[in-house]
């Protein structure tokens, strides 16, 4: 068995909505059923027990080795915790090849699982040992380090349960929620209106006293310093017992409590300097230590924390009791548990000694303890809600605390017998407010219930009927795309909307170009999302970013289907037929948004046919009214856009909209049909949008096929009498409806300029020029730049060869170089001519073109 060309599906795809690793597996020949490994399947059970049963019950197909691999990648990422339930084999046209989808939540796991799926059959196999228990260790550690920690998997969480689209910037715990203008970011639990002079403030813990003091809200005395000497001195000054720390620490690090003698301080002072060089003495408030968090203008939750300690027994050391604790599986070593293990460390020991134990010391039953003098979860203390129990003025004196910092978000930490009762009537008082707090303490408390504290800051972030998307149009198709596209942008713009466009030419944004070359990809979809200046976004969706990546949005607002002929790429990463390109570009109908549209070509019988693979509501266009199709969707009073009496008709049940043909340049008065049916395509996603009619109508009429608008689209230059149309057309469907353009213009001559792109099949570069030959009077073949695996001379044979029984052509010449094959057709050209120029380098060709006819 061999793996190879292993790809991860980030968006929803071919196979699934869910994100999966995609693998090619190569099974030889004794592996293509498991039945005739002798004992495979019995060594591989006694490796993985766990995994799942191979076939449905009652089946008795031949099971490959490739299916195994993938049950087998599936069980392990299972085992090692991860959510995952989708899997899938797929025969290809190669003899004993297979495609593999394996779902993943996180990508570094899902490729980990398939490295180690590999490993595990290789030992089963060769019957040789596997490490399972190392291996689920693995990807569990993996695993963690990798996902989003609770505070953040918590906001994510909420955010997902409002229909609020996510992504990860980094491998941390900066996230992105919504698409566009409309997105807000998160970096662990700090939101970005949060200002950095707050965060500033908050780190300082002095400055944070004095602003408290300043409103009224209770705060120890204390002040920095600068020595020993100096902190023994602002220790008599508030009167012990005192409290030193970092000025600008966080997590408890380097803080020491209930100091009550020199030595203490001192080596309390040592402590702190570990961390910063400033140090704060304050007054020791005695008390109970509680976090209340603030997510805007309320207090949330509230926990009373801990610190940590062990309960003795009588008969087991403290060290042995500390092992027990931590034997929790609620406890881990990072933040992604709900509790931390108890650290048995130099700052445990001394607390130990201030009770008068060791290590080895054997607690008498009941004795409690202290392994810490601060309550830091992150240290291995543990927390119980008090949410419930808070007093009113206690939560407005966390609140005045939060917005006297300027903090959304924000973790108070308050000392005081009970929250019961008014700080002020127990000599209590905040001492530190801290910027992004962990919110572990209240998702899944020790004790008591867990608080919805994601949900509070999604609330914070969002009003209710906001879910941070911006309005999607996803077009894709064989022919039209770009076109389509870029006329759908050109309404959203008009009727007033910051729209982001990706097509083959490049990334747009306001009508400005900030990438190049062919951006159809979900890479610079994704991009378009990320811009804050986009208020709607229109993607051309090329089926090979699909096939690479899946799509770049979890759904779409409007999907639209343009056509599916045969020239599109056909033959490539096993895509063999016409019916497996409409499963494929089908994909963006499958996730439109539910209250969306899918906007279908009813002439053409299989995107017709993607109507029941849509989730939401469906518009037809076709330019025949009396399409069979058409008439249907009509009379049960759904949305149709067609051609009448020389009008595009948008029709719903008895009411009507429409626009002359004359009114709309590209179609130059509804003579040139692949441009009629772009633009039905356009209008039809503008309308799904609810753009008003003034706005559509005000767009198509500004919208001409010039170079700016649409590059190598249908863009017609005036030479000398002449015309010249310049095209990107490069499959048998786009020349067909090129060639119907052509025909309906006059012309004495009709002459053409193409090459073939090299990465066709053989039948489809020869049936181009099939279709040229019985149009045009001269034909002159040019090598592009780009053959794409083709040997020099191979595309231009296989031209001439569709060339070999036109019924019209009368000439035929061969040249190397796309500009020298322009200039010759351009120097033939008489008063009258017509010559369409099929271009390869689309900017590059239209300057040269442009260039020579300014040169007139």
């Known amino acids: 068995m061999e793996v190879s060309r292993i790809r991860a599906l980030r968006g929803p795809n071919l196979w699934s909505h869910h994100t999966a690793v995609e693998a090619i597996v190569t099974c030889n020949a004794g592996e293509h059923s498991i039945a005739e490994l002798t004992g495979f399947e019995d060594r591989l059970r006694a490796l993985f027990p766990e995994l799942s049963i191979l076939q449905p ?338 939560a407005a004196k966390a609140v005045a605390a939060a917005q006297m910092v300027g903090l959304d978000i924000c973790g108070v930490d308050l000392v005081c017998d009970s929250v019961l009762k008014p700080i002020e009537q127990q000599n209590g008082g905040i001492v530190e407010v801290n910027a992004a707090p962990g919110l572990r303490m209240h998702l899944s408390p020790s004790f008591g219930k867990g608080r919805p504290v994601g949900e509070a800051i999604i609330s914070t972030m969002f009003e209710p009927d906001n879910d941070g998307r911006i309005p999607i149009v996803a077009v894709t198709g064989t022919n039209g795309k770009t076109t389509t596209v870029r006329l759908i942008a050109h309404l959203l ?51 090979g970013g699909v096939l690479r990546e899946g799509l770049a949005f979890d759904r779409c607002q409007v999907a639209v289907i343009t056509n599916i002929g045969s020239g599109d790429h056909l033959g490539l990463n096993y895509i063999t037929t016409v019916e497996d390109l409409a499963v494929l570009k089908r994909v963006i109908v499958q996730n439109v948004a539910d209250n969306g549209y899918a906007v279908l070509n009813a002439a053409d019988r299989i995107v017709a046919s993607m109507a029941v693979n849509c989730p939401a509501s469906v518009i037809f266009f076709a330019a025949d009214y009396q399409h069979p199709v058409m008439t249907a969707h009509r009379a049960q009073g759904k949305r149709v856009v067609y051609v009448k009496n020389g009008l595009l008709v948008a029709a719903e049940g008895d009411q009507k909209n429409t626009i002359p043909l004359a009114d709309i340049p590209i179609t130059r008065n509804g003579s040139i049909g692949f441009q009629v049916e772009n633009t039905m395509a356009a209008v039809a996603a503008a309308w799904a949008l609810e753009v008003d009619w003034s706005h559509i109508h005000q767009g198509l009429k500004s919208f001409a096929n010039e170079n700016d608008n649409a590059p190598g689209r249908f863009n017609i230059f005036n030479y000398r009498g002449a015309t010249l149309i310049a095209d990107y057309g490069h499959n048998p469907d786009a020349i067909s409806a090129l060639v119907q353009a052509v025909e309906t213009m006059p012309a004495k001559k009709r002459s053409v300029v193409i090459s073939g792109a090299g990465d066709r099949r053989d039948q489809d570069i020869r049936q181009q020029t099939e279709i040229l030959g019985g149009v045009f009077d001269d034909v002159i073949l040019y090598q592009d730049q780009c053959q794409r695996g083709r040997t020099d001379g191979e595309v231009i044979a296989l031209l001439r060869e569709g060339l070999a029984n036109a019924s019209r052509t009368n000439q035929i010449d061969e040249i190397t170089g796309e500009f020298v094959a322009i200039d010759l057709a351009i120097s033939r050209l008489n008063e009258g001519d017509l010559c369409l120029i099929l271009i390869d380098q689309v900017e590059e060709a239209l300057a040269h073109i442009a260039k020579r006819v300014a040169g007139n």
């Open 493 to 543: 713009t008009t009727s007033g909307l910051r729209t982001g466009m990706t097509n083959t030419d490049g990334v747009y944004v306001e009508g400005r170009q900030i990438d190049s070359g062919d951006c159809s990809g979900p890479r610079s979809a994704r991009n378009v999302l990320s811009h804050p200046d986009v208020d709607a976004a229109v993607f051309e969706t090329a089926r």
């Open 57 to 394: 019950t009652g089946h008795d197909d031949a099971i490959p080795i490739a299916h195994v691999f993938e049950l087998t990648a599936l069980g392990l990422q299972a085992q090692a915790g991860c959510p995952v339930t989708f899997s899938r084999t797929t025969q290809t046209l190669d003899h004993g090849v297979f495609q593999v989808v394996v779902e993943y939540t996180e990508e570094a796991v899902g490729r980990l699982a398939l490295e180690l799926a590999e490993k595990l059959i290789s030992a089963a196999m060769l019957n040789t040992p596997f490490d399972l228990a190392s291996a689920l260790t693995e990807l569990r550690d993996l695993d963690e380090d990798v996902r989003l920690g609770p505070s953040t998997g918590s906001i994510v969480d909420a955010a997902i349960a409002r229909n609020i689209p996510y992504r990860r910037l980094t491998d941390g715990s900066l996230v992105a929620f919504g698409w566009g203008s409309r997105q807000r970011k998160i970096q662990a639990a700090e939101i970005d209106t949060t200002s950095a002079i707050a965060e500033a403030i908050a780190q300082d813990k002095e400055l944070t006293k004095k602003l408290l003091h300043a409103a009224g809200v209770p705060v120890p005395l204390g002040r920095s310093v600068s020595s020993p000497d100096d902190a023994w001195a602002a220790a008599l000054e508030v009167g012990l017992p005192v409290v030193i720390k970092p000025r600008d620490g966080n997590q408890g690090k380097g803080v020491t409590v209930n100091i009550t003698s020199r030595e203490q301080l001192e080596a309390g002072y040592r402590a702190a300097s570990e961390f910063r060089d400033d140090i704060l003495v304050e007054r020791f408030l005695p008390g109970n230590d509680f976090r209340l968090l603030v997510v805007g203008n309320k207090m949330v939750a509230a926990a009373r924390r801990d610190p940590p300690q062990v309960v003795g027994d009588g008969k087991h050391t403290v060290r042995e009791l500390v092992e027990q604790v931590n034997k929790d599986p609620r406890r881990g070593s990072g933040h992604s548990t709900s509790l931390t293990k108890i650290r048995f460390d130099d700052i445990a020991l001394a607390s130990l000694a201030k009770q008068g134990f060791v290590a080895d010391s054997t607690p008498p039953k009941g004795q409690r303890v202290i392994l810490r003098n601060n309550a830091n979860l992150s240290t291995g203390g543990a927390a119980t809600d008090v949410t419930d129990d808070v007093h009113p003025d206690i």
